[in-house]
T-cell receptor, first 116, second 113 residues
Framework: GAVVSQHPSRVICKSGTSVKIECRSL??????MFWYRQFPKQSLMLMAT?????????EQGVEKDKFLINHASLTLSTLTVTSAHPEDSSFYIC????????????FGEGSRLTVL | GNSVTQMEGPVTLSEEAFLTINCTYT??????LFWYVQYPGEGLQLLLK?????DKGSNKGFEATYRKETTSFHLEKGSVQVSDSAVYFC????????????FGTGTLLAVQP
């Protein structure tokens, strides 16, 4: 099946720094990718929808200046957590929409961010 | 609003035991319902889905029936294997698009030999 890869899988950073997480679709083109956040023992919460070549659409309550999303190519979307703080520590998951196969979503492995 | 509630884990079973993971939902309209599975170190994968009331989704021995009257989509398997150990997520879509999914909290299943 289709593969979506996230990198890095784990990252630890100091408060105030910025961290970039990559999401790649390895064997298909994804015009649309999604970013989710998951807190311990809670649901995956959709943060934003990323469309190739255009600005991302953010869900209510998600700070777009805090979580910068770029979808510059059909196989890559990036999430940058700017000026990270400990409360940004979380598990971030991306998914990509494969339009070849009735719109099925394929998920990355997730990236665990820890801000010290 | 729309939401999904699933039983808390972990669920620990012996091999060949019967599995049920409960999932109920609250939604306006008629959503599609999904079960996703996440094996250790991997991304979420679609396990099965049902798009309308009374539909039964099935895959790899797992089944779930879309019950509109009880707003439920419980996951079942007659005989679990060690390889079924994973986190299972129930989800629904809203807004007429398959992309905007609302997830439950996930249930960890641990199957012991």
């Amino acid at each position: 099946g289709a593969v979506v890869s996230q990198h890095p899988s784990r990252v630890i950073c100091k408060s105030g720094t910025s961290v970039k997480i990559e999401c790649r679709s390895l064997d298909f083109q994804a015009t649309t990718m999604f970013w989710y956040r998951q807190f311990p023992k809670q649901s995956l919460m959709l943060m934003a929808t990323s469309n190739e070549g255009s600005k991302a659409t953010y869900e209510q309550g998600v700070e777009k200046d805090k979580f910068l999303i770029n979808h510059a190519s059909l196989t890559l979307s990036t999430l940058t957590v700017t000026s990270a703080h400990p409360e940004d520590s979380s598990f971030y998951i991306c998914s990509a929409l494969d339009r070849r196969n009735t719109g099925e979503l394929f998920f990355g492995e997730g990236s665990r961010l820890t801000v010290l | 609003g729309n939401s999904v509630t699933q039983m808390e884990g972990p669920v620990t079973l012996s091999e060949e035991a019967f599995l049920t993971i409960n999932c109920t939902y609250t939604a306006t309209g008629y959503p599609s319902l999904f079960w996703y599975v996440q094996y250790p170190g991997e991304g979420l994968q679609l396990l099965l889905k049902a798009t309308k009331a009374d539909d039964k989704g099935s895959n790899k021995g797992f089944e779930a029936t879309y019950r509109k009257e009880t707003t439920s989509f419980h996951l079942e398997k007659g005989s679990v294997q060690v390889s079924d150990s994973a986190v299972y997520f129930c989800a629904l879509n809203y807004g007429g698009a398959t992309n905007k999914l609302i997830f439950g909290t996930g249930t960890l299943l641990a199957v012991q030999p």
